[in-house]
């Protein structure tokens, strides 16, 4: 069964640090999302592409966070420079089209900011 | 904006015991609803949906949910549980007038089945 790829599944930076993310999502997938899962809460959705355009990065911090999709396959999130309250875990998911479909998620890397 | 409630952060119950979880979401439009599961060590994974049609909704693993508009619920029910049901619940929605597919989700319910 295709699943969404994600890399790498932890990762330990001190603050102030560059850290990136990356995801492949299941093969044909149009619509990429980035989520942000902070302990004990929900995920709550970072960013959205549709191939290569984002659709929605209204909850993106976009002082200190990016994303892109440059060729509408895999996907890069970076947050430079990162902060204590990063610490969180990304989940990355796809869905074959932005209009309602059951959205795929991958395993998620796990951030902490010492 | 929309919002999703789950009232139980935690819940511990026995096996073979009834399981219902509780979801109200905040939205005045029409909206899909859908319950994510992530079992000890995996990943999110749908459990069911509700698009339309039947309100009584069945998804996987004898998993069954009912959404009741007036109440603006969506509770996810199993009649008997096993010890392997025991993971973390979300409950979703996404609106079908705003563009994209965006998912709100609920804080999560821990539930912790005891063999």
């Known amino acids: 069964e295709a699943e969404v790829a994600q890399s790498p599944r932890y990762k330990i930076t001190e603050k102030s640090q560059a850290v990136a993310f990356w995801c492949d999502p299941i093969s044909g997938h149009a619509t990429l999302y980035w989520y942000r899962q902070i302990l004990g809460q929900g995920p709550e959705l970072l960013v959205q592409f549709q191939d290569e355009s984002v659709v929605d990065d209204s909850q993106l911090p976009k002082d200190r966070f990016s994303a892109e999709r440059l060729k509408g396959v895999d996907s890069t999130l970076k947050i430079q420079p990162a902060e204590l309250g990063d610490s969180a875990m990304y989940l990355c998911?796809?869905?074959?089209?932005?209009?309602?479909?059951?959205?795929?998620f991958g395993p998620g890397t796990r951030l902490t900011v010492t | 904006a929309q919002s999703v409630s789950q009232h139980n952060h935690h819940v511990i119950l026995s096996e073979a015991a009834s399981l219902e979880l509780g979801c109200n979401y905040s939205y005045g439009g029409t909206v899909n609803l859908f319950w994510y599961v992530q079992y000890p060590g995996q990943h999110l994974q749908l459990l069911l949906k509700y698009f339309s049609g039947d309100p009584l909704v069945k998804g996987i693993k004898g998993f069954e949910a009912e959404f009741i508009k007036s109440k603006f619920s969506f509770n996810l029910r199993k009649p008997s549980v096993q010890w392997s049901d025991t993971a973390e619940y979300f409950c979703a929605v996404n609106s079908r007038e705003a563009a994209g597919n965006k998912l709100t989700f609920g804080g999560g319910t821990r539930v912790l089945v005891k063999p």
């Open positions: 998911a796809s869905s074959l089209m932005s209009s309602v479909n059951e959205q795929y």
